[in-house]
């Protein structure tokens, strides 16, 4: 399933449910089918994110040979994460307190 974000500075984007599941989970948020990060909320999700992205960087994977094909090949953490960070940076509390991020999808994930 897709979750779409929207933010009030950044635009759109688009994500699979699994990453936003991740994503949400670790800034305290629940995978309803639709929610808001405002913006006094922005500085310690982007904290908490960072931390997320820090600890998975820092722990080896490993791989069996099932998990080496190339069919089932994932991006790290850190690179399928740095779209919703970079989201959250452009939707500071600087810009408001209209600022913030939405998030929609087809049923709660």
Known sequence: MLVTFTSTHTGELLMLSDLARRLLTAIGKTCSAQGVITAEEVPCALERLQQL???????????????????????????????FVEMLKGTTPRHGEEAHILWRAAADF
């Not at 998975?56 to 994932?74: N, R």
């Open 53 to 83: 992205v820090a600890t998975a960087t820092h722990q080896p994977e490993t791989l069996t040979k099932a998990d080496d094909a190339e069919d089932d090949w994932q991006p790290a953490l850190a690179a399928r994460a740095w779209p």
